[in-house]
């Protein structure tokens, strides 16, 4: 229970962390651009030497080293389903708490430009679902034929009907693939069960996949990289909220992370209705729920930015008013600038409000697409509200981890975005929050730690959450 490193890989940085469990302290933060290109171990190294200046050792040599890691494009993960709203989104969901990043999801019936299209993706895993326990077996068999005849060799989850789970698994077998069997992730219509398929997820990763992504050289160094960047964040959010033992967790909360790939969220709430005049439709929200919104990174989507919020609304969140910056400034092109030069950091008032203008957007559309919605719908029998999704109305805390927050300015501006909205009521989006921020950027070392010192990594985890 002494000096412990927690490391992630990232694409475009390199993190290490250094606390010390005994005390629960937080010893040191250091990063170096990643080298993924050419040998990991040297962005490895680097931030291990920046690390031990900080901490103001020569040699750390810790008792433990965790890893996780999203460089090499991360996770890439294609999901199959049967009806799109139901058992694909559950594939979904349980592929995104497992930290995978999807780049295809596929409903009904696969056709042969279907499978084209999934070779095209190159994933690292394939998760097949489809039918609930005792209904449809056909579509998944069919699917897993297709796949089972095509020439990729990504190994598959098999997540679906367990009536047809068998005879799925010996034809993707006899067609060459490498197969595990879980429980479907919908066993009923109304039922959720995604921990199974996500459990599986990891293990395929820690087996296979950082093998596939050539990282091997970094596991002769920290040991077994033994998860998903994302998903180690997505522990970190669970341990936070929920607590451990006697120690106790801040409750529901919210957590925003923004990058400048993507925009994640997360959240650890019930989201059930807040009224009873409420009617529930659409598939059961998990408790532990992470979106990813790939076009709102506010650097290499910084123009998908401007796009979908528009120039309005990113002046808007700006820090100052365009009128004080100088009129050669436009925005359009300080946009383009950053999505063609995704390492640039401010270095000016006018940048730092530019960057505080574009982490907002991304804040207010992403956490606008975590959230549920309340709809009127007029029957007969008179007026029902139906929600989609969870409400998170009630949420206390919302938190915001990433560069934005550690290193920009104005975090309590951008967070406000993520709140509610008294002009879009139809967003169940927290009301009145409280806000922080993640101070040392070490939401993921908590999540490393989650699982052998949780309440030691909570209690360095509080220490370093800011108020805002």
Do not use: W
Not at 87 to 105: D, I, P
Not at 322 to 333: C, I, N, S, V
Not at 435 to 451: K, P, T, W
Request: charged content about 25%; overall charge negative; hydrophobic content about 45%.
């Amino acid at each position: 229970m002494g000096l412990t490193l927690a490391i992630d890989f990232g694409s475009t940085y390199t993190k290490a962390v250094a606390v010390d469990l005994a005390d629960e302290n937080l010893l040191g933060v250091a990063q170096a651009a990643s080298t993924v290109d050419t040998d990991i171990t040297l962005g490895l190294h680097e931030a291990l030497q920046r690390l031990e200046k900080t901490v103001g050792v020569k040699n750390l040599n810790p008792e433990r080293t965790l890893a996780c890691s999203s460089a090499a494009g991360g996770l890439r993960l294609v999901a199959i389903g049967l009806v799109r709203v139901l058992t694909t989104k559950a594939a979904e969901e349980a592929a995104l708490g497992a930290g995978a990043k999807l780049v295809g999801t596929f409903s009904y019936g696969l056709s042969p430009d279907d499978v084209r299209q999934i070779e095209q993706m190159k994933p690292d895993l394939m998760l097949l679902a489809g039918g609930t326990d005792g209904g449809n077996e056909e579509t998944i068999l069919q699917n897993a034929a297709l796949l089972a005849a095509c020439p990729i060799r990504t190994p598959v989850i098999l997540a679906g009907n367990k009536m047809a789970a068998h005879r799925a698994r010996s034809l993707l077998e006899s067609g060459g693939k490498e197969v595990v069997v879980v429980a479907n992730v919908l066993p009923e219509l109304d039922k959720l069960n995604v921990e199974p398929t996500r459990a599986a997820i990891r293990e395929t990763f820690m087996r296979r996949i950082v093998h596939a992504k050539g990282l091997d050289r970094a596991q002769d160094i920290v040991g077994n990289i033994i998860m998903p960047t994302p998903m180690a964040a997505l522990e970190g959010a669970r341990l936070l909220a929920e607590g451990a033992g006697e120690e106790e967790g801040l409750g529901e909360l919210m957590i925003v992370d923004v990058g400048g790939a993507t925009t994640d969220v997360h959240s650890v709430a019930r989201g059930a209705p807040s009224h009873d005049d409420v009617i529930m439709k659409g598939l059961p929200e998990p408790y532990v729920k992470r979106t990813v919104e790939g076009d709102l990174g506010i650097r290499y989507n910084a123009e998908s930015i401007l796009e979908i919020a528009g120039k309005v609304r990113i002046e808007k969140g700006m820090l100052f008013s365009r009128d004080l910056l100088p009129k050669q400034t436009d925005l359009g092109t300080a946009v383009k600038y950053l999505s063609r030069n995704i390492g640039a950091v401010p270095g000016n008032e006018e940048e730092f409000a530019i960057d505080i203008g574009l982490a907002s957007a991304a804040v207010d559309i992403a956490t606008r697409r975590h959230a549920g919605v309340i709809e009127e719908a007029y029957f007969p029998t008179g007026r029902v509200r139906i929600q989609r999704g969870k409400d998170l109305t009630s949420t206390k805390r919302i938190i915001g981890t990433g560069g934005v927050f550690a290193y920009g300015r104005e975090p309590r501006r951008v967070l406000e975005a993520a709140s509610y909205d008294p002009k879009n009521p139809e967003s169940l989006r927290p009301v009145a929050p409280e806000f922080f921020i993640d101070e040392r950027y070490i939401l993921f070392a908590v999540g490393l730690l989650a699982g052998d010192a949780p309440a030691e990594a909570l209690r360095i985890m509080k220490k370093h959450l800011k108020r805002v």
